[in-house]
């Protein structure tokens, strides 16, 4: 009986310490994508969720319901130089990523509040806002960030992730 309860108090003695060494993947994991567009700069930074068997647009997200984009916290988009967004010119600098998913069209907003939560997004602070129409893709189970179709001067942003692509200009 003394030895168990000495290994009980040496177990309790450790928890804290293995809590704390003790790390786990994250659900939706942490990713970047960075470009350089000419003497331009670009950055996406994101907590990328996976499908796991859910129907996700439409499902997960609803339609017409606004979306930070990603998990975790705010995907950021920063660029080292003033760029044109769609066709909104932008300042340099770092900005937050939010969208509307629709069935048909979907609307991509860069925020100045580079942290904004869900909760927390104020259209005042949009930087710019576009309306794109997304194209089927490949499926792909996590979603993911990518420059394309980048030449000397432009670069789209695409987002993918179910079987769909969301592409930026």
Known sequence: MFRSLALAAIAAALSPVLAQ??????????????????????????????????????????????????ANASTKLTASRDFT???TAVPKGTYSVFSIPGASTWTIILNKNADASTDEYDAKNDAARLTVTPAASGTRERMTFLFSDTTDSTTRLDLEWESLRVSVP
Do not use: C, H, N, Q
Request: hydrophobic residues 35%; glycine residues 12%; proline residues 8%.
């Open 21 to 70: 060494s003790l790390e786990v993947p994250a659900p939706s994991t942490k990713a970047k994508v960075e470009m350089r567009v000419g003497i331009t700069d670009f950055s996406v930074d994101y907590s990328s969720p996976a499908m796991r068997g859910r129907k996700i647009f439409g499902g997960l997200l609803p339609y017409d319901k606004l979306w930070r984009t990603g």
């Open 85 to 87: 967004f769609g066709e």
